[in-house]
T-cell receptor
Framework: GAGVSQTPSNKVTEKGKYVELRCDPI?????LYWYRQSLGQGPEFLIY????????DSGLPNDRFFAVRPEGSVSTLKIQRTERGDSAVYLC??????????????FGPGTRLTVL | AQKVTQAQTEISVVEKEDVTLDCVYE???????LFWYKQPPSGELVFLIR??????QNEISGRYSWNFQKSTSSFNFTITASQVVDSAVYFC?????????????FGTGTLLAVQP
């Protein structure tokens, strides 16, 4: 079956602009996660959705970052007033469950965001 | 606090050599899960293995094997008879249900270069 897809694959924007990054999880996966990966680092957790609700947004760096998942499937990560420090690869993952067999997360190819 | 340490930043081996990637974790939770992911030059994180805290059995999958030892809080990964295609960054990750989110805490990764 299809894996996690993310669009766009690359996004270049100017400082101060607004961007939206989209994630389409594996069909049937109720849990969806966003991570951010800077060069030479491991992914860092941003936010987790169980169904439509954000169950844990403790990783969002500030209020310029927001994410939604209105129908419990596709999710959009929104960044307002982008800053150069927001430049990174934004990764989306999904899992069938959050505990037990099936809690492994499958990742998409990522969106590389560059803020000039 | 939860933490994953991958002390080896880079490892270089010659094809057919065996190589072990180290992972040490910290958590106060009694129920947790450990994972290994591979990130090849293409960038997409590939799930390799999931292990729960109650299962200390070692696992072998082809040329890959994993050694989980709770006594030393380690979950090491060995590649036998390495191949050039094994060249990638390997991440160890931890999740627990203390916060009921299944968010992954990643190490900083180990870059493995397999020379022909």
């Amino acid at each position: 079956g299809a894996g996690v897809s993310q669009t766009p694959s690359n996004k270049v924007t100017e400082k101060g602009k607004y961007v939206e990054l989209r994630c389409d999880p594996i069909s049937g996966h109720t849990a969806l996660y966003w991570y951010r990966q800077s060069l030479g680092q491991g992914p860092e957790f941003l936010i987790y959705f169980q169904g439509t609700g954000a169950a844990d947004d403790s990783g969002l760096p500030n209020d310029r970052f927001f994410a939604v998942r209105p129908e419990g499937s596709v999710s959009t990560l929104k960044i307002q007033r982008t800053e150069r420090g927001d430049s990174a690869v934004y990764l989306c993952a999904s899992s069938l469950k959050i505990a037990g067999v099936g809690n492994e997360q499958f990742f998409g190819p990522g969106t590389r965001l560059t803020v000039l | 606090a939860q933490k994953v340490t991958q002390a080896q930043t880079e490892i270089s081996v010659v094809e057919k050599e065996d190589v072990t990637l180290d992972c040490v974790y910290e958590t106060r939770d009694t129920t947790y899960y450990l994972f290994w992911y591979k990130q090849p030059p293409s960038g997409e994180l590939v799930f390799l293995i999931r292990r729960n805290s109650f299962d200390e059995q070692n696992e072998i999958s082809g040329r890959y094997s994993w050694n989980f030892q709770k006594s030393t809080s380690s979950f090491n990964f060995t590649i036998t008879a390495s191949q050039v295609v094994d060249s990638a960054v390997y991440f160890c990750a931890l999740t627990s249900l203390g916060g009921a989110t299944n968010k992954l805490i990643f190490g900083t990764g180990t870059l493995l270069a397999v020379q022909p």
